[in-house]
């Protein structure tokens, strides 16, 4: 059996080598445990099997279109996650609960300790805006929106990556029934604007200790807002939901654009093409070691703490293989998390202070 596998969520070029490491742990991992797992983790459509007639549901309605018939050097992970022979790939609750969950199996989830904003399986999204110069202290951090340029919605990913952090409580994703967990399991009631906000990395808002949303609406009433995708859960869809536990709603920004990717997010804020974006704890953390334009942007606020991303196998993955997966997903916790944070102490380190 010709397995694909891909850690796309997370994978910025900078890092490739630190995810091609992480795989290579986890493949012999998976060997060992008498799984046919691939050499190399799938980059691009011309990396997965080609599927003729296209991915088929199980009542044979074409889901996902061939492989081969796709622009080879691009990934589609709305395929990748269909592919019949996928199997571990990481995933996002947004498509999740949009259908992708009628296709797949949950076997994993990750755990975000070590990241500012994360705590164990759940994670939450910095909201970043153009940061304050010394002279424009008691002003708000981005000039009114008549004044800032007008932006078209960009197109494409830069991927994201960094070694990946494991399963933080097995029994928290595993579901024996079949149906993949809520990723509202965990959310935490909104907080009123204009709570005791902590400031730290200059004017930077640290998240609540509780986990609560902390959603400066003074700022971002009125602003362009960028987001990455329609269906992400860290890019848009937890502010919306957090607006609405306030009673507000996204009509509170004056324009919605869709930059394709967090890191492209972060770039229109910076150059003025759009005010506020919402970016994963984890790709702010891999933002500020990789991304230059990240010292141009401070945190206002943070969204409320959810599940973070879950990790998948293909409904057509065998049930013993799924067993074990999710075995040795949770068994490589301690070794994988320790080297993890050991990296992140070691760039720490090295990383200039802003």
């Known amino acids: 059996m010709s397995f694909i596998a891909a850690l796309p969520m997370y994978d910025w070029p900078e890092t490739q080598a630190e995810i091609d490491m992480e795989w290579r742990r986890l493949r012999a991992l998976l060997r060992r445990a008498g799984i046919d797992a691939p050499e190399m983790i799938v980059r691009r459509n011309a990396d997965m099997p080609a599927v003729p007639g296209g991915i088929r549901d199980q009542g044979g309605a074409v889901i996902a279109p061939d492989p081969a018939t796709l622009p080879p050097d691009e990934l589609y992970r709305e395929t990748l996650w269909r592919h019949p022979m996928l199997l571990l790939a990481q995933a996002c609750w947004g498509p999740m609960e949009l259908g992708l969950a009628e296709h797949v199996q949950v076997v994993g989830q990750p755990s975000y300790d070590g990241f500012e904003g994360g705590k164990g399986s759940l994670y939450s999204s910095a909201i970043l805006m153009r940061a304050m110069k010394r002279d424009d202290v008691g002003r708000s951090p981005v ?133 506020v974006c919402a970016i994963d704890c984890r790709s702010w953390h891999m933002a500020k070691r990789h991304e230059p334009k990240a010292a141009e942007v401070q945190v206002v606020g943070w969204t409320g703490m959810r599940k973070g991303l879950p990790m998948i196998t293909s409904r057509h993955t065998p049930p013993e293989i799924v067993e074990k997966l999710r075995d040795i997903w949770s068994l490589q916790e301690i070794s994988a998390q320790a080297a993890g944070h050991r990296a992140d102490s070691s760039t720490a380190s090295r990383s200039p202070s802003r």
């Open 143 to 275: 000039a009114p929106p008549s004044v800032l340029p007008d932006i078209s919605p960009t197109s494409g990913e830069i991927g994201p990556s960094s070694t990946i952090s494991l399963v933080s409580n097995v029994d928290d994703w595993r579901n024996r029934g079949g149906s993949p967990i809520s990723p509202l399991v965990g959310e935490m009631s909104g907080r009123t604007e204009g709570g005791n906000v902590e400031r730290h990395r200059g004017n930077d808002a640290s998240p609540s200790r509780d986990g609560v949303p902390i959603i400066p609406l003074d700022l971002l009433r009125g602003r362009r807002f960028a987001y990455n995708s329609l269906d992400s859960m860290s890019g848009i869809l937890a502010l919306t939901r957090d607006l609405e536990g306030m009673g507000q709603m996204l009509d509170i920004f004056s324009e919605r654009i869709e930059s394709g990717a967090h890191r492209a997010s972060i770039v229109a804020v910076t150059e003025g093409k759009a005010d």
